[in-house]
């Protein structure tokens, strides 16, 4: 997959599935995520917050929408979206809506997130 955009497709869909084994490969070992609970270093930390939101927020749907590409080169490409959620939480619906922006780099592995900064 040489096209950051549909690997940013993947991501989303990755992250609908509540799956961390899907969402791990399509993060970089050394990923940062500024989340608004807090910053996150590593893959392992990024996935457990992401783990914790999927605890917190049954049902989630996630989606990106007006995605812009600041920058799209062979080995690195950045963007920002909105982003909007839905689900349950404590056993009501929920929902909310922000902003992102997302640094991806191409590795042997394919396209990763390098770093990920969503605000509301």
Known sequence: MNDPAEFLRRYE????????????????????????????????DVLAAIERTFRTITDETYSLTDVTWLYRGTDHAACRYRFRWSGTVDGRPASGAGRGTAVLVHTDRGWQVQHEHLSR
Not at 19 to 35: C, E, K, M, T
């Open 13 to 44: 869909r990755a992250t609908n599935s509540h799956d961390v084994a899907r969402l791990a490969p399509l993060i970089a070992a050394d990923a940062s995520y500024w989340f608004t609970d807090g910053s996150h270093h590593g893959r392992d």
